[in-house]
T-cell receptor, first 114, second 119 residues
Framework: AQSVTQLDSQVPVFEEAPVELRCNYS??????LFWYVQYPNQGLQLLLK??????LVKGINGFEAEFNKSQTSFHLRKPSVHISDTAEYFC????????????FGKGTTLSVSS | GAVVSQHPSRVICKSGTSVKIECRSL??????MFWYRQFPKQSLMLMAT?????????EQGVEKDKFLINHASLTLSTLTVTSAHPEDSSFYIC???????????????FGPGTRLTVL
């Protein structure tokens, strides 16, 4: 079975500071990993995904994530956050193969203040 | 591209009534659609997977007779909450996966969600 653990439920940071949102997964098969962002009262928007190839994945809005197979992690990073990055962030793993139903972590609330 | 819409965005209904939520892929054909449920400040929980033209596959613990899913075409799936009760109040989100081989084939695209409130 696959599972996703987001280690921090809330991450408060100041504007222009760097941020890392942690995600660990467990799976007995090859994985496909995703990060989604959810703004208040909105649906999910894909930030980035890892399917294969380079372990450093760049996404939208200046976010990037690194797939680390040995540590079973897929942490999300941004070197300098903005107030507008305040949102809920979800890490997810594909259930069996790319594109099938996702297993989500519990989410991390990123709060950016000035 | 790859836009998924949901209708309605919000619905309030009385206990005992049925509510239908539509999920449409606007610019691609979705061979598979997924329905999720999200409780406040919690993650999304997969309810069911529907493939066009076949019966939906429900996750363990989801009542198929209560949450009726129909995927009649490659661009439309519907979720009907039958005999709704206050505990069914939640945020329902659909996602769609495009046909294999095309752009974005390995990605699910999510709708904006429908907030259901049952009084």
């Amino acid at each position: 079975a696959q599972s996703v653990t987001q280690l921090d439920s809330q991450v408060p940071v100041f504007e222009e500071a760097p941020v890392e949102l942690r995600c660990n997964y467990s799976s007995s098969v090859s994985v496909y990993l995703f990060w989604y962002v959810q703004y208040p009262n909105q649906g999910l928007q894909l930030l980035l995904k890892y399917l294969s190839g380079s372990t450093l994945v760049k996404g939208i809005n200046g976010f990037e994530a690194e797939f680390n197979k040995s540590q079973t992690s897929f942490h999300l990073r941004k070197p300098s956050v903005h107030i507008s990055d305040t949102a809920e962030y979800f890490c997810a793993v594909s259930k069996n193969q790319a594109g099938t139903a996702l297993i989500f972590g519990k989410g991390t609330t990123l709060s950016v203040s000035s | 591209g790859a836009v998924v819409s949901q209708h309605p965005s919000r619905v309030i209904c009385k206990s005992g009534t049925s509510v239908k939520i539509e999920c449409r892929s606007l610019d691609f054909q979705a061979t598979t659609m997924f329905w999720y449920r999200q409780f406040p400040k919690q993650s999304l929980m997969l309810m069911a997977t529907s493939n066009e033209g076949s019966k939906a596959t429900y996750e363990q613990g989801v009542e198929k007779d209560k949450f009726l899913i129909n995927h009649a075409s490659l661009t439309l799936s519907t979720l009907t909450v039958t005999s709704a009760h206050p505990e069914d109040s939640s945020f329902y989100i659909c996602s769609a996966k495009s046909a294999s081989g095309g752009p974005g084939a390995d990605t699910q695209y999510f709708g904006p969600g429908t907030r259901l409130t049952v009084l």
